[in-house]
Nanobody, 113 residues
Framework: QVQLVESGGGLVQPGGSLRLSCAAS????????MGWYRQALGKQRELVAL???????NYANSVKGRFTISRDNAAKMVYLQMNSLKPEDTGVYYC???????WGQGTQVTVSS
C-alpha cells in the first residue's frame, strides 16, 4: 500500500537548522512530483516547496533562500533542508505526492527559544 513517512522534526532555536525526510513506498516514485506542506495552528495548510520528476523546484516566497527540497529516486526519499529557521516556520510539515494526492502523517517542527 501507499506510504509516506516523514521524520526529522523537532524543537530548534531561531536561526537553527533541521532536515526533514520523507520515505515513500507503494507507488512509482521516480515519476511523481513531490511537495512539502506545512500547517500552523489555526491556519490553513500551505505549500512550502515542490520538486517535480525532473528535479525542478519551486518554493513559497517565505522560505526562498532558506529551504532546499531534494529527492533521491533510488532511495525513494524526498528531503527538506531548512536553514535560518524562524518562529513563523513552526507547524506540522507534511509530505505529499501530487498526482494521486497521497499525504504523510506529518512531523512537528517547533522554532522557539
Amino acid at each position: 500500500q501507499v506510504q509516506l513517512v516523514e521524520s526529522g522534526g523537532g524543537l530548534v532555536q531561531p536561526g537553527g537548522s533541521l532536515r526533514l525526510s520523507c520515505a515513500a513506498s507503494g507507488f512509482i516514485f521516480s515519476i511523481s512530483a513531490m511537495g512539502w506542506y506545512r500547517q500552523a495552528l489555526g491556519k490553513q495548510r500551505e505549500l512550502v516547496a515542490l520538486i517535480n520528476s525532473g528535479g525542478s523546484t519551486n518554493y513559497a516566497n517565505s522560505v526562498k533562500g532558506r529551504f532546499t527540497i531534494s529527492r533521491d529516486n533510488a532511495a525513494k526519499m524526498v528531503y527538506l533542508q531548512m536553514n535560518s529557521l524562524k518562529p513563523e516556520d513552526t507547524g506540522v510539515y507534511y509530505c505529499r505526492e501530487h498526482f494521486n494526492d497521497y499525504w504523510g502523517q506529518g512531523t512537528q517542527v517547533t522554532v522557539s527559544s
